[in-house]
């Protein structure tokens, strides 16, 4: 006997069973007949029934309510269907769907995984020579290449096929790789089928990410504008402008001439559009707009996690890395689990962390020999050639980042695998803060320094400052503000075109490289049409995500921390993602060989860089405004002498001491608040005690907001929350005798049962209810509802047994 469920109407289970002559007596041929089981006091929708699946773009929802037309929308076919779902057990594995079918029970995908597994733990020579697994063997050049197979060709055949025929591969660049398809939305479970959780949680982050780029761009290009229009309203550049030779200015090193203000009339014009008010307010957006964008991407990622089944990945179902696990030393009790799994001492662990750490403050301090010896370049190149010193430098400073980043990359890798980490996420978050700690004093030490350092240490005219005999730099004559803005532009847009470049031609490069060392294989074998595994081997090894997330996290810092001096950072970079989503995509599914699927809660330790560069980004803006702009000086002129901040350049210029003029035979005005003795002004005092206060104000209100919106916007939202509750409560349901089935097997619910059109109502008496005679298979609920039924009204099916299979 077989007892099928389906799935219409929703709050109904439509039984079939059938019998046959040799199982009844008396009966020669075979009968159907279909009960209808309602539970009259709580249903509930079946366990088997597909869900609906979640809308990922809050822009769609916000433009159907609007009824506008949404371009960014697409069909595409063969989405994956969604279920409630539990955790697999192999004892109750006849109650999941498609399990009665071995050979599709299991994705191709999750197949890999298994493969992958076995692979990278087997045993092939001494384990105490770590002679173990397939990344030995390929280590060492047993093999050229291990990897999962493409699903068949990108590209569909030439003539007109249907949609729904396109395989995995081909559905994904057609609706998602193709660079056409650049404003479409990503179709991130297609993407989660074929590439696995890993990787389409980062296509969804970069996704998210370029999304709430849009509205910062925007603000940030209308902040820029706003400073064009404003520009011939700038009282201190006309007063530059139109000064001629009444400002004599101390020359600005020790073989350069004195040199008239208005010499730099265009630097004080151009330095505007980064200086002006408007840039403050885009400062405090910036703030909201960073913490608001995580807070919202938690709730994104908690909707894909559930979506994705990984909610609960990291904490519980996460196993041991294979790696880990062919180097244990030993093997102990899980706590959590009680399994028996590979061990190192934590001790062990922490001692080779420590030693890593000592390895990383070495790197860092080599980099802050590197940011001296451009420091020094700088000086000499400017007596040569002034006006392209800092472009020059800035270029030399990029190759410096990027030949050091590629040569601590490959350092951190062998530490971290030195330290034995258990699981790949434990492993991967390790890594990651390595070169992230290291990546980011590379990056932004040159900048840091020219906001905050250069020109604090330059001294007096007869006193100035020096290092290795040379005198410290001051900043140009525009300032320090315009010069951090150039070196911004220069290490975030050179860095992004550079990456670009490389991802276009180097994938292409490695490529051709492949196919001619295949051809000559091909030519000493017998002629054949290409396998798929030859087809695949002929393509590139897949890098992994670590350089992606990099590269997009680098480029959050520079958006954020410096927005203040570069207000159009946010369209670069959203420029620049855009294009970024199509390089990635045609690289995994047409230049990449597959990668083994992995499994991901979410974005990792990313996340909490992410959030500490946002905390940072407040502190720098802050500084930033308050002693390296023009706004707080301005604004305290205005304030205590003239609105217009007429007579404001002579306010900021001080006259050169008298025992200096003697020996330069000149008087001459440099920039500060001192003196004619070299000693601080009271003006510099007060405006001190304007900065610092604007600091704590500046830092206590945004921190404040930033608070409240992280209290008003939940991680979770309310309805996943309520979805999870109800998902878990059905799984106990479908694989254990929960305590409704128990109800109804005593009869305290009743049940309403329908057969051959008569319907019977049925309250059966507490003391004889509890004792049915049931296989354990399939829903006991159900079951035992139509067991009830039968034992009243056709005792002579007691006899057999039921079973759920799938329709």
């Not at 959050?556 to 203040?564: D, H, N």
């Not at 003029?661 to 608040?673: D, G, I, Q, W």
Request: hydrophobic letters at 45%; charged letters at 15%.
């Amino acid at each position: 006997m077989t007892v099928q469920i389906s799935t219409s109407p929703p709050h109904c289970f439509h039984l079939c069973f059938c019998a046959s002559s040799a199982v009844l007596p008396g009966i020669t041929s075979v009968r159907v007949c279909t009960i209808t089981l309602t539970n009259i006091s709580a249903t509930s929708p079946s366990l088997f029934q597909a869900q609906p699946n979640p809308d990922f773009n809050t822009s769609a929802r916000v433009l159907q309510k609007l009824h506008v037309p949404n371009v960014m929308s697409q069909s595409v076919p063969n989405r994956p269907v969604d279920y409630y779902t539990c955790a697999f057990r192999k004892s109750k594995m006849e109650k999941f769907l498609g399990s009665e079918n071995h050979d599709t029970y299991f994705t191709n995908t999750q197949r890999h995984r298994v493969v992958y597994e076995i692979l990278a733990r087997t045993v092939y020579g001494k384990r105490k020579r770590a002679e173990v697994g397939v990344a030995r063997l390929l280590s060492e050049g047993v093999f050229t290449a291990a990897y999962p197979l493409h699903e068949g060709p990108f590209e569909a055949a030439d003539h007109e096929v249907s949609p729904e025929v396109l395989n995995p591969r081909q559905v994904l660049f057609q609706y998602w790789a193709r660079w056409t398809k650049w404003y479409k939305y990503q179709p991130l479970d297609h993407i989660r089928e074929y590439f696995g959780e890993k990787i389409a949680i980062y296509f969804a982050w970069l996704g998210f990410y370029t999304t709430w780029l849009v509205p910062a761009a925007l603000v940030g290009t209308f902040v820029f504008i706003s400073g064009i229009i404003s520009m011939g309203s700038n009282t201190p550049a006309k007063e530059i402008c139109n000064s001629g030779g009444r400002y004599l200015m101390c020359p600005l090193c020790e073989t350069c001439s004195p040199w008239n203000l208005s010499d730099i009339c265009p630097m004080a014009k151009v330095g505007y559009l980064f200086d002006h008010p408007g840039t403050v307010f885009f400062s405090v957006f910036m703030s909201f707009w960073a913490v608001t964008f995580l807070e919202y991407w938690k709730r994104k990622n908690a909707t894909l996690a559930h979506h994705w089944d990984c909610m609960d990945f990291q904490e519980v179902e996460e196993r041991p890395r294979p790696e880990f696990a062919a180097m244990a030393p030993a093997m102990e009790h899980n706590p959590v689990t009680g399994v028996k799994e590979p061990y190192f001492p934590e001790k062990a662990r922490i001692s080779r962390m420590l030693t890593g750490s000592m390895v990383i403050v070495i790197m860092l301090c080599v980099v802050m020999i590197f940011l001296v010896t451009v420091i020094i370049y700088r000086s000499i190149v400017s007596v040569m050639m002034f006006e392209t010193a800092n472009i020059s430098s800035s270029m030399v400073n990029l190759a410096l980042i990027l030949l050091m980043g590629q040569v601590y990359t490959a350092l951190a890798e062998q530490l971290t695998k030195w330290e034995m980490h258990r699981t790949q996420t434990q492993y991967e978050d390790a890594f990651t803060f390595k070169v992230f700690v290291f990546q980011f004093v590379n990056f932004y030490s040159s900048p840091f320094y020219v906001a905050f350092f250069k020109g604090r240490f330059v001294g007096y005219p007869g006193h100035y400052g020096t290092l290795f005999g040379m005198r410290n730099e001051d900043c140009g004559p525009g300032g320090c503000l315009i010069e951090l803005a150039e070196q911004l532009f220069v290490i975030m847009v050179g860095k992004q075109l550079i990456n670009n470049v490389q991802e276009f031609v180097i994938p292409k490069l490695k490529a051709w490289k492949q196919k001619k060392s295949m051809a000559s294989v091909k030519k000493s074998q017998e002629s054949h049409d290409p396998r798929r595994w030859e087809k695949d081997y002929e393509l590139i090894e897949c890098e992994g995500l670590f350089e992606e997330y990099l590269e997009i996290v680098l480029q959050f810092g520079f958006i954020t921390i410096f927005v203040a001096a570069f207000p159009l950072a946010p369209l670069f970079a959203l420029l620049n993602n855009w294009a970024e989503v199509r390089l990635d995509a045609h690289k995994f599914v047409c230049e990449y060989r597959r990668p083994v699927a992995e499994r991901a809660q979410n974005i990792g330790v990313w996340f909490i860089i992410l959030e500490a560069l946002s905390h940072l980004s407040v502190i720098v803006n802050a500084f930033l405004i308050a002693f390296t702009s023009d706004f707080l000086p301005r604004l305290l002129y205005q304030y205590r002498y003239n609105q217009e901040l007429h007579g404001y350049v002579n306010f900021t210029l001080a006259y050169s001491p008298p025992g200096y003029n003697l020996t330069s035979h000149t008087v001459c005005r440099y920039k500060a608040f001192r003196d004619e003795n070299g000693n601080y002004t009271l003006v510099y005092w007060e405006l001190l005690a304007v900065r610092l206060s604007f600091i704590i104000a500046f830092e206590h209100v945004v921190f404040f907001v930033l608070r409240v919106i992280d209290w008003m916007v939940p991680d979770v939202p309310e309805s996943l929350e309520i979805k999870v509750k109800r998902e878990r409560y059905l799984a106990k349901q479908a694989l254990a005798d929960n305590q409704e089935a128990l109800l109804v097997s005593r009869g305290q619910l009743p049940v309403q049962v329908s057969c051959h059109g008569d319907v019977h109502t049925f309250n059966p008496p507490h003391a004889h209810c509890n004792q049915v005679c049931l296989e354990p298979q399939g829903s006991a609920h159900l079951l035992q509802a139509v067991q009830l039924f039968i034992s009243h009204h056709h005792p002579h099916l007691l006899n057999f047994h039921f079973r759920i299979t799938q329709p």
